[in-house]
């Protein structure tokens, strides 16, 4: 059995996946106690025979890099981690939201290549997911975040056929913007949109804690195609996971185990 600690304050996806149960692997996946420090949970990784450590809760995540002895370089990129792989030199850190973005992608079969992108926030999902996408052939990202610096952050070192604009969301161009991408992904859940923007020329991914965010519920009525966060994890858990473990995880069993929440 390979053991795996998980951290997030998700209290439902913590209930979920400790009774996990993989078609094709054994794991089981430990909830770690929501207080426990996170040096004193990955200092005991290996003397407890832990394969690793998943790391959901994004407020975890810049600590659990500094934790690493070796990083990827996805994880350096943004500084964080979601994934601690136990190895007899150290840790290992990984960060696979971006990755798992455009994995939710491809599998409602929506290709990046040449697209139009909106980003609302900052941060390492932010940074992470504007590599992922400009790497996938984006041509045209925006940032919009509180304010014009902080965008500038989040788009610094992209593929160079991406043109980028970094903008606040309250800037007067910001709802054009908006108006003209093929893809509008939310990172910060409190960035409104007003439904005047949505339609069927949108496809939505949205990050918010809930599983159908009202957000997403009126880019469905008015005909858009969106992802939402469950989406995102499914694949994040497998690409995390495969890590771990060293091989490939089908996303499918846990698509199947969140979507039940």
């Not at 290996?46 to 450590?53: M, S, V, W």
């Not at 992608?105 to 940074?127: D, F, K, M, Q, S």
């Not at 604009?165 to 992904?185: M, S």
């Amino acid at each position: 059995m390979h053991l795996v600690a998980l951290a997030s304050h998700d209290q439902a996806l913590n209930q979920a996946l400790s009774s996990f149960k993989h078609p094709e692997h054994d794991i089981y996946l430990h909830p770690i106690p929501a207080h426990s420090p996170l040096e004193r949970v990955a200092a005991g990784l290996e003397p407890l025979d832990f394969a690793g450590l998943l790391v959901l809760e994004p407020s975890l995540q810049p600590q659990a890099f500094q934790l690493a002895s070796r990083r990827s370089l996805d994880a350096q990129e943004v500084a964080a981690a979601d994934a601690l792989t136990v190895t007899p030199g150290g840790l290992i850190a990984e960060y696979n939201l971006g990755r798992a973005v455009g994995a939710a992608l491809h599998t409602v079969l929506w290709n990046p290549r040449e697209a139009n992108v909106v980003i609302l926030g900052t941060g390492a999902p932010a940074r992470a997911i504007s590599r992922e996408l400009s790497s996938l052939g984006a041509t045209h990202l925006t940032v919009l975040a509180a304010n014009r610096p902080l965008a500038e952050t989040t788009v610094q070192q992209l593929a160079a056929n991406t043109e980028i604009t970094a903008k606040a969301e309250g800037d007067p161009l910001a709802a054009g913007l908006i108006e003209r991408a093929d893809l509008l992904v939310r990172v910060d859940s409190t960035m409104a949109v007003s439904d005047t923007l949505l339609g069927p020329h949108l496809t939505l991914v949205d990050l918010a804690k809930e599983a159908m965010s009202p957000l997403r519920q009126r880019a469905l009525n008015l005909g858009a195609l969106t992802v939402g966060v469950r989406e995102v994890q499914a694949q994040q858990l497998a690409l995390s996971l495969g890590h771990v473990l060293g091989g490939r995880l089908e996303p499918g069993p846990f698509a199947e185990l969140l979507h039940s929440l």
